[in-house]
Every structure is written in structure tokens, then in C-alpha cells.
T-cell receptor, first 114, second 108 residues
Framework: EPEVTQTPSHQVTQMGQEVILRCVPI?????FYWYRQILGQKVEFLVS????????KSEIFDDQFSVERPDGSNFTLKIRSTKLEDSAMYFC????????????FGSGTQLSVL | KNEVEQSPQNLTAQEGEFITINCSYS?????LHWLQQHPGGGIVSLFM???GKKKHGRLIATINIQEKHSSLHITASHPRDSAVYIC??????????FGQGTRLTINP
């Protein structure tokens, strides 16, 4: 079965540093998402992306966050100036066109901000 | 109040038991997903529902749109079914709202 791949699997950074988390969605998928899960808490929606622009974002997704699809295959999440509370597992997901289509998740990037 | 509520939060059962996990939501949705998260953290989509019932192997998922309720059932449960099961609603086409998850432990 096709897979969504995320890199790196673990990222450790100092507070205030910029990080870029990378995702390669499945090739014929058109909708892309970022979620995060802080340890011990529920999964939280961050942002959805369609047709090369953000279609929905949560209140968590403030000016410190941005997403890009720089080369037609990668889908990146940038955090400009990381805070301690950004430490979480970040998941990317994608799906085909159509509300009824199944979501496919990457295995996540564990971000630790020190 | 959470838009998506799951019950129970934790469930421990013996191998072979029939398992039911419930999900109630309070807003209009276009669809609902049941997800499985294993101890390593990876998330897998089990079902997408917009009406009725779906079955895959020992897993059955139902949804009642009028009552804003969905259930996930596992027949003949097995220790490998131990995981966190997450109910997720889709608002509009793009926004997903997650339940807090149900931690299922199946003992041999």
C-alpha cells in the first residue's frame, strides 16, 4: 500500500530556533494536513492545504507556523521560533479528492524543544 | 465542552470478548473517521463513515447521523487489537476534530 513518509523521525532543537518538518504525501493525493499530539494529550488539527493554499487552520496555527509545497511533492511545516510547548509528535496526512476518501497518515516526527 | 466525546476512555477486556467503543459529537459533520494508534504512535485509518455501517474483518463501524453517534465494534478481540482508538469528525471538507481516544487493552 502507498505510504506517506515523514522526515526526520526525531528532531531536537533549542528554543527560539527554526525547524522544518518534511512530508512526502502519496502522489495522487490532493488534500494535505498537519496535526500534532502533545505527549499524553489528544491529537490536534493544525492546518489543511489544497490547491497550493491553506484551506483551514486552527487557532494553534499562528504566525509562527507556515506550510509550503515547495516542489510539487514535498509538503513542509515550518515553525519559525520554537517554544517549549511546541514539543510534540507532528503528523502529516493526505487523501485523494472527495470527502469520502480515506486519510493516510505518516509515522510522525517527534519534535523536542529544549 | 469537546465537540467529540468518546466512551469509555479506557477499556480492558479478555481475549475473545466483544468490544464496543462509542463516539458522540455535537456539530454537523460531512463524515466521521475511526483511527487506530498503536503504542509506537503511528496512526492508521480504519473506517470513513458518512452513513450506515461498514465491516472490515473483525471490525464493524456504525453511524447514526440523526443521533450524532457512532460506534466501533471488535468481535473476537485479540491482544494485537490493543491500541488507542480515535474518533474523528470532518467539518466541511477540510477540518478534522479529534476525540480524546479510547485506550483498549486486550489481555490473553
Amino acid at each position: 500500500e502507498p505510504e506517506v513518509t515523514q522526515t526526520p523521525s526525531h528532531q531536537v532543537t533549542q528554543m527560539g530556533q527554526e525547524v522544518i518538518l518534511r512530508c512526502v504525501p502519496i502522489s495522487n493525493h490532493l488534500y494535505f494536513y498537519w496535526y500534532r499530539q502533545i505527549l499524553g494529550q489528544k491529537v490536534e488539527f493544525l492546518v489543511s492545504f489544497y490547491n497550493n493554499e491553506i484551506s483551514e487552520k486552527s487557532e494553534i496555527f499562528d504566525d509562527q507556523f507556515s506550510v509550503e509545497r515547495p516542489d510539487g511533492s514535498n509538503f513542509t511545516l515550518k515553525i519559525r521560533s520554537t517554544k517549549l510547548e511546541d514539543s510534540a509528535m507532528y503528523f502529516c496526512a493526505s487523501r485523494k479528492e472527495g470527502i469520502g476518501e480515506k486519510l493516510f497518515f505518516g509515522s510522525g516526527t517527534q519534535l523536542s524543544v529544549l | 465542552k469537546n465537540e467529540v466525546e468518546q466512551s469509555p476512555q479506557n477499556l480492558t477486556a479478555q481475549e475473545g470478548e466483544f468490544i464496543t467503543i462509542n463516539c458522540s459529537y455535537s456539530v454537523g459533520i460531512s463524515a466521521l473517521h475511526w483511527l487506530q494508534q498503536h503504542p509506537g504512535g503511528g496512526i492508521v485509518s480504519l473506517f470513513m463513515l458518512s452513513s450506515g455501517k461498514k465491516k472490515h474483518g473483525r471490525l464493524i463501524a456504525t453511524i447514526n447521523i440523526q443521533e450524532k453517534h457512532s460506534s466501533l465494534h471488535i468481535t473476537a478481540s485479540h491482544p494485537r487489537d490493543s491500541a488507542v482508538y480515535i474518533c474523528t469528525i470532518i467539518q466541511g471538507a477540510q477540518k478534522l476534530v479529534f476525540g480524546q481516544g479510547t485506550r483498549l487493552t486486550i489481555n490473553p
